[in-house]
């Protein structure tokens, strides 16, 4: 695999390696959906979904360490592999497995202790809670499960393994759409259902992934005797994967100033909104990170093997493909919303509120293909730093504070809400690129 990081033609490379990296993602997305598809359909849908929503910002937040470890070791390990340091890639492995073991732990300790506090500080409303606790309760128990698919499929797929990394999540996904209905409409389980489906299928594609970085099939092998934590391997994996933690986490508190204004302004029914909202923002942003993904690995291992010229090839095919898919299906969703948001809803009051919300919801993500390549390639890159300051100009000093002040010069709440996600990311974009443009001349020569 690493001969062909090396020398294969960049497009057919990056075609072999995106595509399963972007099916990955689809299924992962696959994965998010098919429970509000499902409890969208149950009675009191409109409430239901929206507690289920308000689980998905704490579980945003979940998956963070998940991007913290896997993320953060995943470029680090290819790098070294790179360089030719098999040692210090297996190494970095076991480092980041025992991470992940850790935080699981500590992560289902707090929910099972501090739930009903979590949800009402994200949002919850008397009549939302039970909804939530009911999924958030069963849902925690497999905390660990979550952590060590998403986290260590990220080491799979840096060693150029896409299609197995793929089937981690096709496993995890498809059994998740075969349970929900057994468990949430033939067991008559509701949303409790939807969570022990997930669990059930996240434990699946846990041993699937388990499976492969302990067997021979791989490059780097999980191992017991690098497991013990290294200083500096934690320093540095920290240090490489704290903007995409940061991407993540925050993202689950974006989630609660979204919650909390649109409950303010709108109610439940603009809460349950928001949920269809957050699905849609996976249809756009998951694609656009399986095609980033896919480069991962050539940018990483051309980086260490110091093949600028190809890093730099590999980038610009990146952003072209990225904002071709960013710009088509945005113009899909502006011109057909209903046709999205009937996927989760039935209730023509909550499809004549997410329909409008929508257009205006997605609209800045026209160009944000090009975004996700930038904040990937300096991940790649190993320049971490950089990389959080774009998710934290996009997210501290724009969406969450514009969230709270357009609803001060707008009447209307719920529009001026929308409206601080298309300004932030587009601006976001534009500042971004120029940055690039400068950063590649510097570091790429």
Request: aromatic share 12%; charged share 10%; net charge positive.
């Amino acid at each position: 695999m690493n001969d062909r990081l090396a020398n294969e033609k960049i497009s057919s490379l990056l075609l072999s390696l995106a595509i399963p990296s972007i099916l990955a993602q689809l299924a992962s997305l696959i994965y998010n959906m098919v429970d509000r598809i499902y409890i969208g359909r149950l009675p009191n849908g409109s409430l239901s979904i929206a507690g289920v929503g308000l689980c998905a910002s704490i579980i945003t937040i979940i998956t963070a360490f998940s991007n913290l470890f896997g993320r953060g070791g995943a470029p680090l390990a290819s790098i070294r592999l790179g360089e030719g340091n098999h040692k210090q890639a297996e190494k970095i492995l076991g480092n980041c497995f025992c991470m992940l073991i850790v935080s699981s732990l500590l992560i289902t300790l707090i929910l099972n202790l501090f739930g009903n506090e979590i949800l009402m500080l994200f949002g919850a409303s008397k009549n939302t809670l039970p909804y939530a606790m009911s999924y958030l309760q069963i849902y925690s128990l497999g905390t660990i499960f979550v952590q060590l698919t998403v986290g260590m499929n990220y080491f799979i797929n840096t060693q150029g393994f896409a299609k197995f990394g793929m089937m981690t999540l096709l496993i995890g996904g498809i059994l998740n759409i075969i349970l929900d209905p057994i468990f949430i409409f033939m067991m008559d389980m509701g949303v409790a259902g939807a969570a022990i489906a997930t669990v059930i299928s996240q434990f699946v594609s846990c041993l699937w992934v388990l499976k492969f970085l302990f067997s021979s099939k791989t490059t780097i092998k999980i191992k017991k005797e690098n497991m013990l934590l290294d200083p500096g391997i934690v320093k540095h994996v920290f240090s490489l994967g704290f903007s995409p933690f940061f991407m993540s986490s925050t993202e689950g508190i974006l989630q609660m100033s979204f919650n909390r204004q649109l409950l303010f302004f709108g109610g439940d029914l603009a809460v349950s909104a928001m949920t269809i909202m957050l699905s849609l923002n996976q249809i756009l942003s998951l694609p656009m990170e399986g095609i980033a993904q896919g480069a991962q690995p050539i940018i990483s291992f051309n980086y260490g093997a110091k093949n600028y010229q190809r890093v730099k090839e590999t980038i610009r095919l990146t952003i072209t493909c990225s904002l071709i898919f960013s710009v088509t299906a945005v113009c899909i969703m502006e011109f057909f919303p209903g046709l999205f948001v009937k996927l989760f809803a039935t209730d023509p009051q909550l499809i004549e509120e997410a329909s409008w919300m929508m257009r205006i919801y997605v609209f800045g993500f026209i160009i944000m293909g090009a975004n996700s390549t930038f904040q990937q390639s300096y991940t790649s890159l190993g320049f971490g730093a950089r990389s959080f300051f774009f998710a934290f100009y996009r997210k501290i000093i724009l969406l969450i504070p514009l969230i709270y002040i357009l609803p001060l010069f707008i009447s209307n709440g719920v529009l001026a809400v929308m409206l601080a996600e298309p300004i932030s990311d587009i601006l976001t974009t534009v500042t971004n690129a120029l940055f690039f443009r400068k950063f590649t001349k510097k570091e790429l020569p």
